[in-house]
């Protein structure tokens, strides 16, 4: 019995190394809206693959969630994780934080007009608290 649990945290670390190729970057931002356009302000690259690989574990556990409650019209943060050298944005999540210590996030920006493939993703504190140190969005 210990030997599977030894086994499969193995295997789920190698899972995870594995997904984490060298030329992954994680880019860190803010969103912003000026009344005519709006966008995404980059601020920050992380290269350091320990945060690639936590920052993975987060989304391969994040609950997805049918619908969100009282989320404000802007997202405090916006992350991708993308690999330069091949020209591809693996992932792309908007972060809505909570008062209650949680996140919501959603691979489209917009609350108020659902997207037919809009996904909604709640975190636990802990997770909250693990992506916030990562990302330091305290920009």
């Not at 991708?80 to 909570?98: L, S």
């Amino acid at each position: 019995m210990k030997k599977s649990i030894v086994l499969g945290i193995i295997a789920a670390i190698a899972i995870f190394s594995s997904a984490c190729s060298s030329n992954e970057v994680i880019r860190v931002g803010v969103p912003f809206t000026d009344g005519i356009t709006e966008g995404v302000l980059f601020k920050k690259d992380i290269n350091d693959r320990a945060s690639i690989v936590t920052l993975r574990s987060i989304l391969h556990n994040e609950t997805e969630v049918e619908s969100f409650d009282r989320l404000s019209i802007e997202p405090q943060a916006v992350f991708t994780i993308d690999r330069p050298e091949d020209g591809v944005q693996e992932v792309r999540r908007f972060v809505w934080y909570r008062d209650n210590g949680r996140a919501i996030m959603s691979n489209e920006r917009n609350v108020l007009s659902h997207k037919e493939n809009q996904e909604f993703f709640r975190l636990t504190a802990e997770q909250t608290q693990e992506l916030k140190e990562i990302l330091q969005t305290d920009l």
